[in-house]
């Protein structure tokens, strides 16, 4: 690989790298891929085993620093009170991801111009438009149309069943007259091109063993490669290095067996996610760019945004058959999505609901909540959680500060000697307000479905994986890091692809809209090869 | 992995297979067996045999509850009359506070994950994938208030 120069080179194979090299893929163009990870094998993902349950305190755990994997790096989030979760192989993280899979409403993108906070974003829905819909063709998305907190939208497969408990759930809603619709969600319903449908294994967080779950490794992958894309695994990024003329002419990575190589490109894109991003442009500075890479602005790394999550759960009478379908997409309520400031704060949330849990988690929020005590009463004290907990995460928009931020830790490194991230966030008080409130109306619609008694999380501090802002958009060089199209003001061959480029986060996941972008800045390239770089 | 894990003598394994019994014991209904008579003791030392952290705990806590059955006059504590195994297990839990709390949560998560454990709860004795569940498409009459309201987002 170190002689040649690919004509576009990028890094990460994540939902963001995976879309953007599969578009990329129509051009004559040479295109190479670097992923840290392994290509991962479906066979070994915890729903093939009986102890499923306990996969995610293993190897596929949400947090790199307890997973114990060659392939993660280390990440410092000690100083904020929401921790990083991600995975590190090709598909990224969507290997874990739920695949709840909604859009941007239109007035995500102007945020500042509607509620006076934030920024506007310098695209807006209707740029994202057509990208939103061939990603639901490519990844396979299932959801009903007619969703009235949106505009008209395609959706190619039909939607996952609610099941006894999504149905409970709806009768809560319907009860407050609140608006829900079935998520749309990346599962394959249905068998979808190539991939199995979903049979309700229920742990979609660790892997999906049945290939229904649209992670990119069995969506865009098998696409992008089959057209000629070349994905290197176990190849990690040290650094984006530039040339005399001022341009990315490749960069310095470290192979499988830890020795440093160069790879020449004439096209770099990062897609690292909105912590690996920050990290590999802060570890490319240079004599040149002696604070980072693509950062005369002084904003690589800043702006970081979660979504702090609320997690609301209900204790029912009777069984709910929650062990049965996809673990985060059934239904879900835009109630509170848009503002209303006599709540106590901006902007909004969307409620997402969680089916049940399996034995082993409820014999462990048993224990941990002093309800199933061990000895005389224990099984009739189990009896009384086991399949009867339904619940939801409300997903709360959080906004940019400048203070919340992604640097390079003194002292931490991966297992090749690199600078590990580090995390600082506060979370802030409108965000606080929000996840009260998200707690109290979650309590309301669980009693409304009939919940005997509801537990209230008001900040999920497992939740850290929506990773954003670290790189933000925008047409002003001093106030953003890329423009419109996700290309560096400062090096005009360097593209960033992933949620780093987000101005605001929204009130719902991301990752639909980071891929619609990067499908976006694909067709951008593709449409100005003559004078990409002017 | 440590060199110096110890296997549990056949006297300390048949008083952990009593204790086991004693934190979830069998269901009334039979439907459910004790974690002891399900064989958990194999698993907790298969544990301990990955994670000799565990060691130190477990062995020490079977030292005292032998010393404690002793004084109850049984030479093990699987023998203590099936009454006073509860109380044995309170003094216990003052005199070695880090045996318990750890074995009782091995044995909830060993337990639960038992085929013939979710069978007697009613779920398939088997692993999730590759057979999965059915579940009926769903009654979409539920939306009809939802459609009717008409959109729920701004324009900007
Ligand atoms: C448990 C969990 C649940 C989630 N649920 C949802 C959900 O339901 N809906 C939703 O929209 N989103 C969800 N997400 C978030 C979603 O997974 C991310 O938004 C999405 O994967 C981000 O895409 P990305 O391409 O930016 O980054 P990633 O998918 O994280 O991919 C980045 C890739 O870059 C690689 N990489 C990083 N640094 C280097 C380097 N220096 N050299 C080489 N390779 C490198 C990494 O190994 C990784 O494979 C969830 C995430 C998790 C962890």
Sequence with gaps: MSEETVDVLIVGAGAAGAAIAWSLADTRMNVLCMEQGDWMDPAQYPSTRLDWDLGRFGEFGLSPNSRGRETDYPVNDSGSPIQISNFNAVGGSTILYAGHFPRFHPGDFRVRSLDGVGDDWPIDYETLAPYYDVNARMMGVAGLAGDPAYPPKSVPLPPVPLGKLGETLAGGFNQLGWHWWPSDSAIATQEYEGRAPCINLGPCLTGCAQG?????????WPAATRKGVRLATRCRVREVTIGADGLADGVLYYDAEGVERRQRAEIVIVACNGVGTPRLLLNSASATHPNGLANSSGLVGKNFMFHPYAMITGIFDDPLEGYKGPTGCCIMSQEFYETDLSRGFSRGYTLETTRGMGAVSTSMLGMGTGRVPWGEGHHEAFAQLHDRTAGMVAICEDLPEEHNRVTLDPELVDSNGVPSPKIDYTLSENSRKMCDHAVARGREVLEA??????LGEPLLAVAGWHLMGTARMGTDPATSVVNEWGRCHDVKNLFVVDGSVFVTSAGVNPTNTLQAFALYVADRIKNNLENLFD | MSEAYEALSPDQSRALTAVLDEIIPPSRDGRLPGAGALGLAAAIEDKMREQPILQPAVVGGLETLAALAREAGAGNFADVAAGERVD??????????????G?????????????????????????????????????????????????VYRQP
């Design chain 2, 103 to 151: 074995l009782i949560f091995q044995t909830y998560t060993t337990y639960y994950h038992q085929a013939a454990v979710l069978e007697g709860l009613g779920i398939p004795g088997r692993p999730p994938h590759p057979e999965g569940y059915p579940v009926a498409p769903s009654d979409e009459s539920l939306l009809d208030a939802v459609r009717d309201r008409g959109p």
């Design chain 1, 449 to 454: 479905a009939g919940a005997k008694e509801v």
């Design chain 1, 212 to 220: 229904a779950k649209g992670s990119t490794d069995v969506t865009y």
């Design chain 2, 88 to 101: 044995l297990l309170n003094r216990l839990a003052a005199d070695a506070p880090a045996f318990l709390p």
